[in-house]
């Protein structure tokens, strides 16, 4: 019997936290990690690799919204 490893690679696009004051902008990440996180979710990848993760707070906010180490 065969398994499969699906991996993915994407570039994510400036995937920076806002400054704590700019409401437009945590408006637009939040928007940003909830469309991210649909997609990453819906391909069934076993192992996701992302370029221009801005921070590690920007890549800890994607994971906790993927439910997944």
């Not at 700019?22 to 192992?47: C, F, P």
């Amino acid at each position: 019997m065969a398994n499969n490893l699906i991996v993915m690679t994407w570039n994510v696009e400036n995937l920076f936290p806002p400054e704590d004051t700019d409401t437009s902008a945590a408006d637009t990440y939040t928007a940003k990690l909830t469309y991210l996180t649909g997609l990453i979710a819906g391909t069934g990848a076993d192992v996701v690799a992302l370029q221009e993760i801005g921070s590690l707070r920007a890549a800890q906010d994607l994971q906790a919204a993927l439910g997944e180490p």
